[in-house]
């Protein structure tokens, strides 16, 4: 017996989401849902709009594709691309301002790391 649709772009939302190492509740934050709606999308209970899936596929940084691609199968991806998608998600669910004062702190505390490194190696 096939699996239905609704199933299948569930499994796929919910595969994606684990790679992407975000949780059902920051998906839901960042698309601006609940967290029972994600549930609900990834048991196959509910199927979501192409508007919500479009919403999704943002959140997740893959493509509208990637949600039907049944046959999809996880990218292997660098522990560096797997934190870097945890802030990304993360800092989604932030204010502009917040973000913006983020950068710079890390921007500043990432300068600082470089320049006592290069003073050890002197």
Known sequence: MPVPVEQRIGTQIARIRKDRAVTQEQLAEIIDVTAETISRLER?????????????SKALHTSLKDLFDFEYRQKPISASEKESAKLISYLNTKKADDI?????????MFEQIENNYRARRK
């Open 44 to 56: 196959g209970v509910s199927i979501p709009s192409l508007k919500t899936l479009e919403k999704i």
């Open 100 to 108: 913006k004062m983020s950068y710079n702190i890390l921007k500043k």
